[in-house]
């Protein structure tokens, strides 16, 4: 028997969906919500059934019959801290994600959506490594601050997918290989994957680790706190220069690498310094990572959509290059990881795990 499974990655100004005949991807689509659509909604689960209707739209227009399903899988959102693998969407789950238990983010959605789908027709849902899988070290989580740990919150599933890739291009599993992965997107996480595990990575939405297209990163933390305390910005003002207005934005007023490099391109030097400044900051970081896995690199590994970018990639590559092989996996493949994960489950490979909550 094969396995029809769809998947469904809500992401901040898009959903993606796929339907998978176990490894064959049989179509892909991305719905694109506008900006003026999506600032309708006070909080994220305001578009729920926005969302959803536009999933079974779009699945109908398609012709697609939803009773050959199998199971519907979702990307999993800001959950309490779980170790990676496949979890049967549950109750608590469902509470947690309603909730926003860690925060708002677009893949609280994922879960929500796949059981809705998945109870009509009396198939299991699934999520998938979400965002906040948990596999740091204790002595990572010590930030220098009582009462202030560091969190894990990154691209876990794009990240574990192209570990899993690698791990079969040289004939070996994931849990046999030390590796670092940087998943350079809108978001910058760096991993420290540890035979199979994350030991230690930096929190792509809080203002840590490198600065990315949207994001500030790590900043001197003694400015920040003087701006915060200044009674010119409110709180809403310095999350966004945190999240959103951050990193290339704050300085060059694109999140588009390609408009960045059109400008540099064009002799804008400081265009060129900031963004020479972000690869400088990711190869510092996996500099960093390679002491973590101390010194046992097999390989590392630049993905996400900022690793189409040759000018990048090369001035990344250059200064790591002495660490180990670096192989580029551009883009990211999350649609076929969703659809893995749960086919692992479907044909009894791995047991899914529960969420306590
Ligand atoms: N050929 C390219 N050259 C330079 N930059 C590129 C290229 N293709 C895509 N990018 C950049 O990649 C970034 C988006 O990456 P990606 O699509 O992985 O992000 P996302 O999915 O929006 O966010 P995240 O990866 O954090 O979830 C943008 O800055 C985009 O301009
Ligand atoms: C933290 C991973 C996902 C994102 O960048 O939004």
């Not at 979890?87 to 925060?103: C, Q, W």
């Not at 890739?165 to 290989?177: F, M, W």
Request: charged share 25%; hydrophobic share 40%; glycine share 10%.
């Amino acid at each position: 028997m094969s396995f029809n499974i769809l998947a469904i990655n809500p992401g901040s100004t898009s959903t993606k969906i796929a339907v998978f005949e176990e490894e064959k991807e049989v179509f892909e689509i991305t719905i694109r919500h506008p900006n003026e659509v999506i600032e309708q909604y006070a909080c994220i689960f305001d578009q729920y059934d926005f969302r959803k209707q536009i999933i079974i739209d779009t699945l109908k227009e398609k012709g697609f019959d939803l009773n050959t399903l199998n199971a519907v899988v979702g990307r999993g959102g800001l959950l309490k801290p779980i170790k990676g693998g496949t979890y049967a969407v549950n109750e608590p789950m469902l509470n947690d994600l309603k909730k926003g238990v860690l925060g708002e983010h677009a893949s609280n959605l994922g879960g929500i959506i796949a059981n809705e789908i998945a109870s009509q027709y009396h198939i299991p849902a699934f999520i998938v490594d979400p965002v906040v899988v948990d596999e740091m070290t204790d002595v990572a989580k010590v930030s220098g601050m009582a009462g202030v740990d560091r969190i894990s919150i990154f691209h876990a599933l794009n990240q574990k997918a192209v570990a899993r890739r690698y791990a079969k291009s040289i004939g070996k599993q994931y849990q046999d290989i030390n590796v670092i992965i940087a998943h350079l997107g809108g978001g910058i996480s760096v991993g420290a994957h540890l035979k199979g595990k994350a030991v230690d990575v930096n929190n792509a939405l809080d203002g840590d680790g490198p600065f990315s297209p949207e994001r500030s990163g790590g900043i001197p933390i003694g400015t920040l706190t003087k701006m915060c305390f200044s009674g010119e910005y409110t709180l809403e003002e310095i999350k966004k220069k945190i999240k959103g207005k951050g990193g290339l934005v704050s300085y060059l007023n694109s999140n588009d690498g390609r408009e960045v490099e059109a400008m540099i391109a064009k002799g804008d030097e400081n265009a060129k310094r900031i963004y020479e400044a972000m690869a400088y900051q990711v190869s510092k970081e996996i500099g960093a990572c390679a002491t973590v896995l101390k010194g046992e690199v097999d390989a590392i590994i630049l993905t996400g959509g900022l690793s189409y970018s040759k000018m990048l990639t090369n001035w990344i590559v250059d200064a790591v290059q002495f660490i180990a092989e670096v192989v580029v996996y551009p883009g990211e493949d999350e649609m076929r990881a969703l659809a893995q994960g749960g086919l692992r489950v479907l044909k009894g490979e791995e047991t899914p795990q529960i969420y306590e909550g």
